[in-house]
């Protein structure tokens, strides 16, 4: 059974950073590397939409609205997508998703961002 676990959210300054974790388990690490892998983002009343994402050949495509301040990077060996953010600000603020997708895809529980002074 394939679980995703996101981890490293939490309460943050404006302008300041967190790091988000998603460690895949029941995938072996040969398995995972052909995932591509994305991390979304939800606020109450809207649509969850896609923050940044990473194929299995370490393609990356992000948000207009994170660009520069986001990076998203995977450790294959390890089984596990990071999202680095930068610079964050109030309008970040919301629940991050990790999204594993191949043949099928799959959801983490999200983990709570919130960018507050």
């Known amino acids: 059974q394939v679980q995703l676990v996101e981890s490293g959210g939490g309460l943050v300054q404006p302008g300041g950073s967190l790091r988000l974790s998603c460690a895949a388990s029941?995938?072996?690490?040969?398995?995972?590397?052909?995932?591509?892998m994305g991390w979304y983002r939800q606020v109450p009343g809207k649509h969850r939409e896609l923050v940044a994402r990473?194929?299995?050949?370490?393609?990356?495509n992000y948000d207009d609205t994170v660009k520069g301040r986001f990076t998203i990077s995977r450790d294959n060996t390890k089984s596990t997508v990071y999202l680095q953010m930068n610079n964050l600000k109030p309008e970040d603020t919301a629940v991050y998703y990790c999204?594993?997708?191949?043949?099928?895809?799959?959801w983490g529980q999200g983990t709570q961002v919130t960018v507050s002074s």
């Open positions: 029941g995938l072996a690490a040969l398995i995972f590397s052909r995932y591509n």
């Open positions: 990473i194929t299995s050949g370490r393609d990356t």
């Open positions: 999204n594993a997708e191949l043949v099928y895809t799959y």
